[in-house]
């Protein structure tokens, strides 16, 4: 019995890749603040979707994906997320994809893909329950209680795995640090750095997952004005996706979203 890491559409376009090599780069002033005294208020990151409101963020991924570390596959994606106030306590969001993959020397294929999400005041919850979506909540971090510059909180991050067709989840700590204070297009933020650190043995395969986002949230709305996650995700098979052994499956990449 062996597990497959679902990733929504790319699956149907082949395992993902990317590492590209020209990156879009945010416009961002470094002012990290020293920590402050005991004395003064914790940043507390609590979205407000009690009124009205809209927001569009741009999107882009890169990928790589390798099986024993050959037949590597290229994926990149473009597109947009849009964020409206429920004016509940919610917000709907959508994000909307063009994927384009490249098998080795073949020849580059392309899927539109689209994902619901949930908004709350700290949470992001999808519908279609993959792994990609998972990664996708990560760019948009809210830590669980308030914090001083240098300190943490810790929460669950579950991503889930396909095998013989039914998804399980995998779940362990991650970790939200404060660590500074940064200016954004002339907007001050703060910047959260996340990190995931998960190494599991299911039925005799091996699932590790390390992720590292680092997001410059605007504390007047509590949503990102950028972010990026860059991840390896590697599943060592017993039997194999062909049955022919001990076969190991990576998948490497890097997540962005802009604030418009």
């Given at each position: 019995?062996?597990?497959?890491?679902?990733?929504?559409?790319?699956?149907?376009?082949?395992?993902?890749?990317?590492?590209?090599?020209?990156?879009?780069?945010?416009?961002?002033?470094?002012?990290?603040?020293?920590?402050?005294?005991?004395?003064?208020?914790?940043?507390?990151?609590?979205?407000?979707?009690?009124?009205?409101?809209?927001?569009?963020?741009?999107?882009?991924?890169?990928?790589?994906?390798?099986?024993?570390?050959?037949?590597?596959?290229?994926?990149?994606?473009?597109?947009?997320?849009?964020?409206?106030?429920?004016?509940?306590g919610t917000?709907?969001?959508?994000?909307?994809?063009?994927?384009?993959?490249?098998?080795?020397?073949?020849?580059?294929?392309?899927?539109?893909?689209?994902?619901?999400?949930?908004?709350?005041?700290?949470?992001?919850?999808?519908?279609r329950g993959?792994?990609?979506?998972?990664?996708?909540?990560?760019?948009?971090?809210?830590?669980?209680?308030?914090?001083?510059?240098?300190?943490?909180?810790?929460?669950?991050?579950?991503?889930?795995?396909?095998?013989?067709?039914?998804?399980?989840?995998?779940?362990?700590?991650?970790?939200?640090?404060?660590?500074?204070?940064?200016?954004?297009r002339g907007?001050?933020?703060?910047?959260?750095?996340?990190?995931?650190?998960?190494?599991?043995?299911?039925?005799?395969?091996?699932?590790?997952?390390?992720?590292?986002?680092?997001?410059?949230?605007?504390?007047?709305?509590?949503?990102?004005?950028?972010?990026?996650?860059?991840?390896?995700?590697?599943?060592?098979?017993?039997?194999?996706?062909?049955?022919?052994?001990?076969?190991?499956?990576?998948?490497?990449?890097?997540?962005?979203?802009?604030?418009?």
């Amino acid at each position: 019995m062996f597990f497959v890491m679902q990733l929504g559409t790319l699956m149907s376009i082949g395992l993902a890749a990317a590492a590209c090599s020209s990156e879009r780069s945010s416009i961002v002033t470094q002012n990290r603040s020293p920590p402050p005294s005991s004395s003064a208020p914790r940043l507390e990151i609590k979205r407000n979707f009690r009124k009205e409101g809209a927001w569009s963020f741009d999107y882009r991924q890169t990928m790589t994906s390798s099986l024993n570390d050959s037949e590597k596959m290229d994926a990149n994606a473009t597109g947009e997320l849009t964020v409206t106030s429920n004016q509940d306590g919610t917000a709907k969001g959508r994000m909307s994809l063009q994927l384009t993959s490249t098998p080795g020397a073949g020849t580059p294929r392309s899927v539109h893909d689209t994902m619901d999400l949930t908004f709350t005041e700290s949470t992001v919850v999808g519908t279609r329950g993959d792994s990609m979506q998972a990664l996708t909540t990560m760019l948009m971090p809210a830590p669980t209680r308030p914090l001083h510059v240098g300190e943490t909180a810790t929460t669950t991050f579950s991503i889930p795995l396909t095998t013989q067709g039914s998804a399980q989840p995998i779940s362990g700590p991650m970790t939200l640090t404060l660590v500074g204070y940064d200016t954004v297009r002339g907007v001050q933020c703060a910047r959260i750095e996340s990190r995931v650190r998960l190494d599991q043995t299911v039925e005799g395969s091996r699932v590790r997952v390390d992720l590292d986002g680092n997001a410059c949230i605007d504390p007047g709305d509590a949503l990102i004005r950028t972010s990026s996650v860059e991840f390896l995700m590697e599943l060592s098979m017993k039997d194999g996706l062909r049955g022919y052994g001990p076969e190991t499956m990576k998948l490497t990449g890097r997540l962005e979203l802009d604030r418009r």
